[in-house]
């Protein structure tokens, strides 16, 4: 099977230099040559895990990028105003857009997952990030006001119920949010499942991923000195958090945030990495992140969101998960699959973390796609 493999030339480097005798050798060998497998893979993977087609026999591709009609600020504290757009068909059935993070912000790709002729697409910056005020705040910032946040934008929008789409943190907030609101919710699309739990914080901020992306490791861990380096996520709070010392809280928030922006993507992003050198995505990104994993989310136990997965079991949705996501390891998909059998379960066999790799985009646009069919059968609500 192995023969007449093409490695690309820093993958050829990575073998040499023996980086794949680590512990996770396998996964990290077979993420290497993911792309030189791709024919053996349809023969692999089961059924409902092969990849999404169009009628050409190609992947699906993003929508056509399109610009927002409406766009606005709702104010939900006496602190906090929230940003948020809509595009697509004023008349169209409504999905939420729930970015990841927490601090990420939106982007104008994200708009790009829905078919603009059927949906009416809304995208909303939760506190604190992207073009929501005040920056960066972590002043009553926590799950249950962004929960909140959502029905006072779905009762201002006038919705009676949305498909509701979120990627990392993103597919965190989404569980949450039909998890209190099962009754506002048609369907779910979840990329990349994070549930905030102590053991996936560990794995990517303090011992896992390091052993797959040493390079981009060692800045990250090299900012905090030798004696606190047994806890860094605390390491980097003590930092991330001094409004004393604006200096030293940047430079955190860059090291935090580029080792985030090298591992989202199973080959290397310069979008992903150029995004991360802002300093007021990183200050806003690291932060908020930081606040919500000292905090484990705020939920009342570890385990919150797989204990409550039985509210959702009459709710339509699809999980999509990377094979080879390193931010949000596979074992989390997993898990939550295994609690909640109903929901469909798509595994992009050549893909990391991000919502921007060529397979997982084409399966979440083919997930919208489907849920377009479950509105013309009626099996979906309607906006009032």
């Not at 004023?90 to 708009?111: C, E, I, K, S």
């Not at 560990?202 to 040493?214: E, K, S, T, V």
């Not at 932060?287 to 009342?300: A, D, L, M």
């Amino acid at each position: 099977m192995f023969a007449n493999i093409k490695l690309e030339s820093w993958q050829q480097s990575w073998l040499r230099k023996g980086f794949l005798g680590v512990g996770l050798a396998a996964a990290g060998a077979a993420a290497l040559i993911a792309g030189a497998l791709k024919a053996d893979a349809a023969e692999c993977e089961p059924a409902n895990q092969a990849e999404p087609q169009a009628e050409g026999g190609e992947r699906r591709q993003l929508y056509p990028p399109t610009e927002p009609h409406t766009s606005g600020y709702l104010q939900v504290s006496d602190l906090h105003k929230i940003y948020w757009e809509e595009c697509g068909n004023p008349d169209g059935q409504p999905v939420v857009f729930l970015h990841g993070g927490p601090g990420a912000g939106t982007a104008p790709v994200n708009r790009r997952f829905f078919d603009p002729e059927f949906y009416r697409i809304i995208l909303v910056d939760q506190r604190g990030a992207g073009k929501s005020i005040p920056h960066a705040s972590l002043v009553d910032n926590t799950t249950w006001h962004l929960v909140e946040d959502l029905e006072k934008l779905r009762k201002i929008l006038k919705f009676d119920k949305w498909l509701v789409f979120g990627g990392s943190w993103g597919s965190t907030l989404s569980l949450a949010y039909a998890q209190t609101h099962p009754e506002r919710v048609v369907g779910l699309v979840l990329r990349g499942i994070f549930m905030i739990r102590k053991h996936e914080i560990n794995w990517f901020y303090q011992r896992g991923a390091d052993h797959i992306f040493p390079d981009a490791w060692e800045p990250y861990r090299d900012f905090i000195p030798p004696d606190e380096r047994s806890g860094l996520v605390a390491a980097y709070h003590r930092r991330l958090m001094n409004d004393k010392d604006p200096e030293t809280q940047i430079a955190a928030a860059r090291a935090w945030t580029a080792w985030e922006m090298s591992t989202a993507y199973l080959r290397p992003s310069q979008e992903s990495k150029e995004r991360g050198e802002d300093d007021k995505f990183a200050l806003a990104f690291a932060r908020i992140e930081n606040h919500y994993f000292v905090n484990g989310g705020f939920f009342p136990s570890d385990s919150w969101l797989l204990d409550n997965v039985g509210k959702l079991r009459h709710i339509p949705a699809v999980i999509v998960q990377g094979r080879y996501d390193v931010v949000c390891p596979m074992t989390s998909a997993w898990d939550l699959h295994r609690a909640w059998p109903d929901a469909e379960f798509k595994v992009v066999p050549d893909a990391g973390h991000s919502a921007n790799e060529a397979g997982i985009g084409a399966e979440l646009v083919a997930a919208t796609e489907r849920f377009k069919r479950l509105y013309a059968d009626g099996k979906a609500g309607k906006s009032s």
